[in-house]
Every structure is written in C-alpha cells, then in structure tokens.
C-alpha cells in the first residue's frame, strides 16, 4: 500500500486525472485495476477515478509498491556529480500546480536526499540530465551551464528533404507562458530571446524521416523544436509544433527527440570533471512496438 498526500494548494480535480499527473508513467493497466475496484481510498473512503480529489486530500492506494517507486536510471556517479538518464515522459520536477509524486528529482532524492537539478528537460523529451548531491559541484555546474562550460548534442528525428547536410539557425524565440508554448521570430521584438541552433543530418530512417544532431548553442525553452519546425523540418511525434497528420502515419511514436551526449571542455567551471564526456544513445524510435512505445 502506498500513503500519499496531495501537496496543499493542488486544485480540484478527478482521481483519475491527478494519478495521471503525479504518476506519469503509471500503466493505464494499473490505473483500470484500481478504478475498477476501487483500490484508493481518499480520506479513508473507497472511491473510483471520478472522485474529487485536492491539496490535503490523503490517497491509500492499494497497489504494488513498485509501480510507485521506480528507480533513477543511472549512467554514472562519484556521488557528488549524477549523470541520470530521463524516460521520455517523465517529468524532471513537479508541475506548475505542485503535483509530481513521480519526477526524476523524487527518484533521485530517494537516493541522494540532497540531489538537485543542474538543468532541464522537457517532460517529453528523454536523455541525460545532470544532477549535483555536492553543494560545490552544484555552483560549478550552474555556473557551467549559465556561461556554455558544457556542450550538449540531442539526436531526433525529423521530417522532410535536407538542402543542406549540415548549417546553423539563428532566430529569437519568444515565450508564451500561458499556453505553455514559444513562437519563433526572425527579427528582434519584445521580450523575444536570440536563439542559435547547429544540426547536422544524417541518414534517412524512413522515407520522408532523417536522422539529426543537434547542438542548442542557446538553450530556452522548446528551442530545437520550435526552431527546426520553423525551418520546416518538424520532429517525428511533435503534436505540439509539429506535422500531427505525419505523426499519425507512425502509430503515434513519442517525439522522437533524445539528449544523447554531453560534453564537459576542459575549461569548464565544472573543474573536477573537466574533459570528461556522458553518452547514452537514442532508443530505436523506428524500431518500436507498440510495448515499447508505451513503456517510454
């Protein structure tokens, strides 16, 4: 049995809709069980995904420990410098409205109780994300990540023909935060940002589909997928900027846009670990079932 209290301050809302957000990747075979019978109790009483649910609320929930506890999945560690790798799908932190009993920090906090985030990924977006249980690591990799003392290369999968094998986009970015979205402009306005891409293309994964590496020489929010779906060359399973009728052809793929290598220089300000470099390859988006797919 899991005990779980809503943060105070959660809205109200569906049983239902607030597992799927603090349990992002909970099986939807698992949330049917415990609608069916009834296995959370709120306030001690038995109740189904339709029952209102908000901050102060307590949940019983009668289910495997396991489903609710998953591990961080670890690529390297000294400790003091984590190198963990984020399922797609997975937030790194809690939502705007405090929810996310499942994020990479919990699972790393479970761990090292004083972990914290270095930078971010989007909830869809997968790969590797730094973290710091040391305080002085954490001001190097601040500092690092404020001033480029890292390079990062994302590996995705884009749509459309190529002119080019490889170039550098620039543009400035301006940020919609009450639709949770970014629109990319090609002269300055506003609070519009500068922005800077670098891709390179590789071979094509289907017909239609090509395989790119990416460097955000800047690093705002949404940027690669903004800025490449601007340049007409969207990301496969990017309902949010995207090309959804060529999604669709694809059996719904997750975006297909993965952090795949990070780079420390050896003038970093991250000077323990400078020269050192973190692989962890993109899943085979291509070759997927339909498992596979819902287990990202």
């Not at 239902?16 to 939807?28: T, V």
């Not at 405090?98 to 790969?127: E, F, N």
């Not at 059996?251 to 993965?258: E, G, H, K």
């Amino acid at each position: 049995m899991i005990v779980h209290d809503i943060p105070e301050g959660v809205p109200a809302m569906k049983l239902e809709r607030y597992l799927r957000r603090a349990w992002p990747l909970l099986p939807g075979r698992v949330l049917r069980v415990l609608d069916k019978r009834k296995d959370v109790r709120v306030n001690d009483v038995k109740s189904d995904g339709s029952a209102l649910v908000r901050g102060g609320d307590r949940l019983n929930i009668y289910a495997e420990d396991t489903w609710f506890s998953m591990p961080p999945d670890i690529l390297w560690t000294d400790d003091r410098l984590i190198v963990a790798v984020k399922p797609q799908g997975l937030p790194v932190d809690v939502d705007q409205d405090g929810v996310g009993a499942d994020t990479l920090l919990t699972r790393l906090q479970r761990r090292w109780p004083s972990a914290r985030l270095c930078h971010r990924l989007d909830a869809a977006t997968g790969g590797i994300v730094l973290a710091a249980a040391d305080d002085e690591v954490y001001e190097q990799a601040f500092e690092a990540f404020k001033n480029h003392g890292v390079q990062k290369q994302y590996h995705a999968l884009a749509l459309g023909h190529f002119e080019q094998t490889k170039g550098t986009l620039r543009a400035w970015l301006q940020k919609d935060a009450c639709r949770a979205e970014v629109r990319i402009l090609h002269q300055p306005r506003g609070n519009a940002k500068p922005i800077e891409t670098r891709y390179n293309v590789g071979e094509e994964a289907a017909p239609g589909v090509t395989h790119v590496w990416l460097e955000p020489v800047t690093g705002r929010t949404h940027q690669l997928r903004a800025h490449m779906a601007d340049f007409g060359h969207p990301f496969l399973g990017d309902d949010k900027y995207g090309d959804r009728a060529a999604n669709r052809q694809f059996a719904r793929l997750p975006l297909c846009l993965w952090h795949e290598r990070l780079i420390v220089p050896k003038d970093s300000p991250l000077i323990d670990y400078c020269g050192r470099a973190f692989e962890c390859p993109a899943p085979d988006w291509m070759g997927m079932g339909k498992e596979d797919r819902l287990s990202l």
